[in-house]
């Protein structure tokens, strides 16, 4: 079996799946009580604060512990509705924790403009600065896009923010332990972030909150994280998110080099063998062994279910949409054709994938290929 569809998920790391299992058996106590036990899993929650804290380059006290990364969104998008300023101004690549949650909240009088983005699926800053109004109250713009890999200019965009007073949003569910990040160098509000796409469990999320932001809870009940999540914490999850986010920063450097040099063979391989092959996304500004590739006269549902019955696991785009009949609205923002969107596939490596997988992957693919071809 080979996966290769880590920007959907990865596996969980051993030593986290380890350090679960532990707080599990041992630190079982709610951590709103006062007796020991309930004080030894408040420990281990704070522990993982600090580990997250450490990881992007924060307080300990700016890290919320959500859900997941929709949640965090959700948390973000919904308070709008505590707003006197109601206009969001966001991309057409981003997630549908955003989008939809956007089209919902039009409901209650939140307007918003979609900005669009170029053929390599990254906005203009200065379409941003033009989109900005009087009743503008938040930019919500995602770190790197989850179907092609595209990193945004985070920083021109955070200046923007920060010179007109807007709160800025990031979702960038999809950066931790692919590129460094350091939230202190950035001009960025909160930041929405997801253990599973680090090789820790699901379930689990973070939300950056810059000092002195103060949004409204969506769940009310107790006190927890800081009034912003009522609910008893899920003690073990927390645990394996700091300890999957204390891993991602480790060896990121080699680990950045070891994906290239995946992409890379992979891309080699293949227009070796298939020079008409396109590779979207952008040449530079680009996520580490993310690959979107359109295949000449065959859709990526062909080449992904024969892949699957081979044991091998691609995608066509985000997870989240599965299930889905409509093409991409990713690759639809990039001004893709639908006979072009319907044969794009998506493949993410991750730190177990080896030079062996991707070669048996190219030889796979190119086998579907040709027997498509004679076919014809």
Not at 79 to 102: D, F, G, W
Not at 181 to 191: A, E, G
Not at 352 to 369: A, F, M, P, Y
């Amino acid at each position: 079996m080979l996966y290769f569809d880590h920007s959907a998920s990865t596996p969980i790391h051993p030593a986290v799946l380890k350090l679960m299992q532990d707080t599990e058996l041992n630190h079982f106590g709610n951590p709103s009580s006062a007796h020991q036990f309930g004080q030894k899993s408040r420990l281990v929650i704070e522990i993982a604060r600090k580990q997250m804290a450490q990881a992007i380059g924060c307080l300990s006290s700016e890290i919320i512990f959500t859900g997941g990364g929709t949640e965090a969104n959700n948390l973000v998008l919904w308070n709008l509705l505590h707003q006197q300023k109601k206009h969001v101004i966001t991309s057409a690549i981003e997630h549908p924790s955003v989008l939809n949650v956007l089209k919902q909240l039009k409901e209650f009088g939140v307007t918003f403009t979609i900005i669009p983005v170029d053929h390599a699926c990254r906005v203009n800053p200065e379409d941003i600065q033009n989109a900005i109004t009087k009743n503008t109250g938040l930019i919500s713009i995602m770190f790197a896009n989850n179907e092609v890999g595209t990193v945004q200019p985070i920083e021109r965009i955070g200046k923007i923010a920060e010179q007109h007073g807007i709160p800025f949003h990031s979702d960038a569910v999809q950066i931790l332990g692919k590129i460094p990040i350091n939230i202190s160098d950035q001009k960025i509000t909160m930041v929405s972030f997801s253990a599973h796409k680090f090789y820790g469990p699901k379930g689990v999320g973070v939300l950056y909150l810059k000092k002195g932001t103060n949004p409204k809870s969506l769940v009310i009940g107790g006190g927890q994280e800081r009034n912003l999540r009522a609910g008893t914490e899920n003690t073990s999850c927390i645990a394996g998110l700091g300890l999957a986010s204390e891993l991602a920063n480790k060896n990121i450097a080699k680990r950045k080099t070891h994906l290239e040099q995946l992409a890379d063979q992979f891309k080699l391989e293949m227009t070796d063998a298939y020079p008409e092959i396109i590779y979207n996304g952008h040449p530079e500004h680009s996520l580490p062994g993310v690959i979107s590739a359109t295949f000449p006269a065959v859709t990526s549902n062909i080449l992904i279910i024969k892949l699957d019955l081979q044991g091998i696991a691609v995608s066509s785009g985000s997870a989240c949409s599965s299930g889905s009949v409509n093409t991409s609205h990713v690759l639809r923002a990039m001004n893709m054709s639908n006979d072009h969107n319907i044969r794009t596939l998506r493949i993410s490596f991750g730190r177990d994938n080896s030079k062996e997988d991707v070669h048996l992957l190219t030889e796979k693919i190119s086998e579907i290929l040709k027997q498509h071809h004679n076919k014809r």
